[in-house]
């Protein structure tokens, strides 16, 4: 199911980011900023199990989180990520999945993988700035669906309507954040009206 994260905090931020006179430093603070944001309404669902605990008063139940938290960031844009989604929940748990696109067919490879333990039984969020065709997302999906993960949601800051239908069509269990859906995409591949290219933004390059 796809969900929209709509908070004047987030549209401010992102509109930061899609200015193309951004620079890295405010690009990559923006996008970790709306990153720490997003995961905080992400996680509202998140289950969680009574414990006995002793405050200095007396012994009380209280909850606590019910299943170790991975997140699993798209390299490399999705890097740009973590640390503020880790500020939010700092017990997580890093995967890495390198994946890149190839400029022509548009088509995703894989080129890294590395979990930690007990997938399985963990909440995986793959986080990665745009979800454009969506095959990288979908790839990522299916990486983390081979290490036994169930529980998986998908965090992108802008989604196209073409990325959105393959997630939803390849894996209607996962549930899609977004900070806005855009418009369409262009002839290659890019979001309309997007960030341009986030990797290249976050890291400098070209
Ligand atoms: O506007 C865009 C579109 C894509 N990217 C990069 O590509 C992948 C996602 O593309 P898919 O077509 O969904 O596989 C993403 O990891 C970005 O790094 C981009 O930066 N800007
Ligand atoms: O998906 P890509 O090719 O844009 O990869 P990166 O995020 O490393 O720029
Ligand atoms: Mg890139």
């Known amino acids: 199911m796809l969900n929209?994260?709509?908070h004047p905090l987030i549209r401010h931020k992102l509109?930061?980011?899609r200015d193309k006179n951004t620079g890295t430093k405010d690009f990559r603070e923006n996008l970790d900023e709306i990153g720490g944001l997003m995961v905080y309404e992400i996680t509202r669902d998140l289950p969680t199990k009574e414990i006995e605990i002793e405050?200095?008063?007396c012994k009380t139940?209280?909850?606590t989180l019910a299943a170790p938290i991975v997140v699993a960031p798209i390299l490399?844009?999705?890097l740009g990520m973590v640390s503020g989604i880790l500020s939010i929940v700092p017990t997580a748990k890093?995967?890495?999945i390198g994946m890149y696109r190839d400029e022509e067919t548009l088509e995703p490879h894989p080129y890294f993988e590395k979990y930690p333990h007990h997938m399985e039984e963990s909440?995986?969020?793959i986080v990665d700035p745009m979800l454009a065709t969506g095959g990288s997302s979908a790839a990522a999906i299916d990486m983390v669906k081979k290490q036994g993960a169930t529980n998986i949601k998908l965090v992108c800051l802008v989604g196209a309507p073409e990325g959105v239908k393959l997630i939803e069509e390849l894996h209607p269990d996962v549930d899609i954040y977004l900070a806005a859906l855009d418009d369409h995409l262009n002839e290659k591949g890019y979001i309309v009206p997007g960030l341009g290219d986030a990797g290249d933004r976050i890291f400098g390059t070209k």
Do not use: F, L, S
Request: net charge neutral.
């Open 55 to 57: 405050t200095p008063i």
């Open 76 to 78: 490399r844009a999705g």
């Open 15 to 17: 509109t930061v980011m």
């Open 4 to 6: 929209v994260i709509d």
């Open 123 to 125: 909440t995986v969020i």
């Open 94 to 96: 890093v995967a890495h």
């Open 61 to 63: 139940k209280a909850d």
